[in-house]
């Protein structure tokens, strides 16, 4: 079985975040500290083999470590939304007893 990577940190908030392909594998990044998708896709996967990975889409997370919630949500204007189901399923591997929406939350 092909291991899926999550880096969206340890910071609570919203930020925004991608969703990319290697081969079989997807990988999760987000960054409360980068302002644009482009840029998250070039800081975390800038150095691997790019003839191997494909950005899928992006989008928001809103993170509550001590509620243990996520929710998925948006767009990005650079690739497109995010699949934000795969996203959720990949997410739920790692955070197993976290509730996980793909609705964005009220203001």
């Given at each position: 079985?092909?291991?899926?990577?999550?880096?969206?940190?340890?910071?609570?908030?919203?930020?925004?975040?991608?969703?990319?392909?290697?081969?079989?594998k997807?990988?999760?990044?987000g960054d409360p500290n980068l302002e644009y998708h482009g840029i998250i896709a070039l800081q975390d996967i800038?150095?691997?083999?790019?003839?191997?990975?494909?950005?899928?889409?992006?989008?928001k997370v809103l993170v509550d470590f001590n509620k243990?919630?996520?929710?998925?949500?948006g767009d990005s204007q650079s690739y497109g939304a995010a699949d934000h189901a795969k996203a959720k399923s990949i997410?739920?591997?790692?955070?197993?007893?976290?509730?996980?929406?793909?609705?964005?939350p009220a203001d």
């Open positions: 079985m092909t291991s899926n990577i999550v880096d969206i940190g340890s910071t609570p908030g919203k930020f925004k975040y991608i969703l990319v392909q290697q081969g079989e997807y990988i999760i990044c800038g150095d691997e083999s790019t003839n191997e990975l494909k950005v899928l889409g992006g989008g243990k919630q996520i929710n998925i949500f997410l739920q591997e790692k955070y197993t007893d976290f509730n996980i929406s793909t609705k964005k």
